[in-house]
């Protein structure tokens, strides 16, 4: 088993490293070193090449690692903010597009129960424009849904908008002028 070094354990480590390093600068020499620690100069020389280059290098390459960790941190994080980004701007479009179809559907429940009122009150006139207003929203709600670009076929097979008619035409039958007129608006 090798003896250990005593350098390595000395106290006076730090300047003793320093000193051991700055040899070249210096211009110091093993023997001036060597007398004032009182370590022998194959001690101090073997001490600077197998211990404390290695420690050096040992330093550096922990520096390049940690180096190089907080870089992929960096990029990891940035990564990971652009991804938060993102998913926070799709989140508001949808909520903001879920909140208008909200508001759609609410206007549409109300100019469907204007429609009723109207009717109920036999003023078809009235029921005309509310239920122009009725097919105006549906027609948004589509071109939203972006079904209104293909044709308008796909409105009319839209499956709300079929129930939606069949009610309407229903509530009408018991007035065949309106429904007639409701029929035709339905189709312009
Ligand atoms: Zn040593």
């Known amino acids: 088993m090798p003896r250990p070094c005593g350098p390595c354990g000395d106290k006076r480590r730090n300047e003793l490293d320093r000193r051991l390093?700055?040899?070249?600068?210096s211009g110091e020499t093993y023997r001036g070193i060597?007398?004032?620690?009182?370590?022998?100069?194959?001690a101090?020389?073997?001490?600077?090449?197998?211990?404390?280059i290695i420690d050096?290098?040992?330093?550096?390459?922990?520096?390049?690692?940690?180096?190089?960790?907080?870089?992929?941190?960096?990029?990891?994080?940035?990564l990971e903010q652009t991804k938060a980004d993102v998913k926070e701007c799709m989140a508001t479009r949808l909520e903001n597009a879920a909140n208008f179809f909200d508001q759609l559907k609410e206007i549409r429940a109300k100019a469907a129960s204007l429609l009723d009122q109207a009717e109920g009150a036999r003023d078809l006139r009235a029921a005309g424009t509310f239920l122009k207003?009725?097919?105006?929203?549906?027609?948004?709600w589509a071109e939203l849904e972006g079904q209104l670009p293909q044709t308008q076929i796909t409105i009319v097979n839209n499956p709300e908008w079929?129930?939606?008619?069949?009610?309407i035409l229903t509530a009408l039958d018991d007035f065949p002028?309106?429904?007639?007129r409701v029929i035709d608006a339905i189709r312009k």
């Open 56 to 78: 050096l290098s040992e330093i550096k390459q922990a520096k390049e690692e940690a180096r190089v960790e907080a870089h992929e941190k960096v990029k990891a994080e940035e």
């Open 133 to 140: 207003e009725l097919r105006e929203t549906i027609r948004l």
């Open 34 to 42: 060597s007398q004032d620690f009182g370590y022998s100069e194959d």
């Open 44 to 52: 101090l020389r073997r001490h600077k090449l197998r211990h404390l």
């Open 177 to 180: 002028e309106a429904k007639k």
């Open 162 to 167: 079929v129930e939606l008619r069949a009610v």
């Open 21 to 25: 390093l700055e040899m070249e600068i």
